[in-house]
């Protein structure tokens, strides 16, 4: 219902709101809470896209695209090289730990400026002066590398699955890589239509699949402690194994931390969807927080249990359909039928987390572009009038996972190199921001408003996500073994200093002519 007039606000407007807005208060999904409307105000924006979520929506959204426990059984090969189940449960724990204090931290921000452009928009007005500019435009573009890289490789970690429980099914079924690059069309097409026709049915769908993600959650749970094999607590807990062949079991650990990095990031996803979200700056932070709560405790029960229902680890880890979850379900309830149906649930949520991942990279695309920060900026950043949404960026977005898709054909190597490059990517971006934000705090600086603050807390909140991410940023670039073979490689490295380097010639040649910052756009008046 446009323009409804309610007696007050859902939270107490800041004391800042104008006189007006607090005796006409106005809150609709074209404009949003009197604090969305200063927020805009402040950071110069033009309210142009529907806020048409709500808490629950949006939280549904951050679960379902994290999907923690999903993502926990869909990589549990990596662990379980690289440590050994004792070493897979305590690295998800500390990277759980790690990953909090990143998200505490960029919940504060995002409440003090809930903007679409999430990560480059903080930089560019909490960097020190002089490097505003070069360090938010670094930022924007490894943030469009980390979301666009991030639909085909969400697209390819469900069509695999499918391709597995084909597999189990059929055993004399043969992958072959054009299969997958089908799937991955078909699975992007589908997210398409959910970003495009069906986009302001998207956050009732969030309500929607949420159910399943809980409930998907307790089936497979259940399922596990009633029919799985059991381990004793002592070799679940504690064995530690260099499966891989380090040569030393804490780095073997510390390798296998890629697969709870994986299943834990995206914090961030939320944000970038800030300028569809009413009342943002008070809901999105506490959505965030609850999201990364709830996840890592699910994520973390799950593993527990199929750690303990593992079996023959070997068996496991080289099973013929390609996943360890997959073939542990099936030695629990040595059923086809039962395992298809638990194994189809991490499925649709993967389709599901796709769909979210298309409007999570849409509208970063999109404020990026408003800002003059990539080529082609005033076509990208258009929204359409009657569908309220980017929608050439949702577009471009799905032509780039197409056009990716096709990597698969000639070599699933380049193509799983180019896929994992969003970890590498997003995790620079949340260390830039977030340092930026404990330089600000080390100099003593002023703060902008916010309706949920870190205090006195906050330094040492922002320090320790620095130093956890580095960590992680670092692992992230290490093959899952040592000595690889080219196939094995992870050429990540390659690939992102590559794609940063371009970054840097474009911006020295045309970005620093038009590119100045959302800072620039600020109104200081506020």
Known sequence: MEDVKIAEAAAQPRDS?????????VISERKGSPDDQKDMERMGKVQELRRNFRF???????MILMATWETVLTTLGIPLLNGGTGGAIFVFIGTAVGMGFVIVSMAEMASMAP????????????????????LSYVVGWLCVLGWQTGIPSIAFLAGTQIQGLIILNNASYVPERWHGTLLIIAVASFSIIFNTVLARKLPMVEGTVLVLHIFGFVAIFTTMWVLGPRSKPSQVFGQFQDNAGWGNVGLSCLVGQLAPIFSLLGSDAATHMSEELRDASYTLP???????????????????TFCFCLGDVESVITTPTMFPHIQIIHNATNSHVGTTILASITVILAVFGCVNNVATSSRQLFAFARDNGMPFGAFLSKVQPGWDIPLNSVIVSFTVAILLSMINIGSTVAFNSIASLGTCALLSSYIISIGCMWLKRWRGEALLPSRFSLGIYGIWVNGASVVYLTVA????????????????????????????????????????????????????DM
Request: with cysteine; net charge positive; hydrophobic share 40%.
């Open 17 to 25: 709101v104008s006189t007006e807005s607090q005796n006409d208060p």
């Open 473 to 524: 940023l670092v692992f992230s670039f290490f093959p899952s073994f040592p000595s690889p073979t080219p196939d094995l490689m992870n050429w990540n490295i390659l690939i992102y200093g590559s794609v940063v380097i371009f970054s840097l010639i474009y911006f020295v040649f045309k970005g620093r002519h038009q590119y100045v910052g959302p800072v620039e756009y600020i109104n200081k």
């Open 286 to 304: 506490r959505a965030m927080l609850w999201t990364a709560i709830s996840n890592s405790c699910l994520g973390l029960l799950m593993l527990i």
């Open 56 to 62: 629950v929506s949006i939280f549904g959204y951050s």
């Open 115 to 134: 903007t679409s452009g999430g990560q480059y928009h903080w930089v560019s007005e909490f960097a020190p002066r002089k490097h505003q500019k070069f």
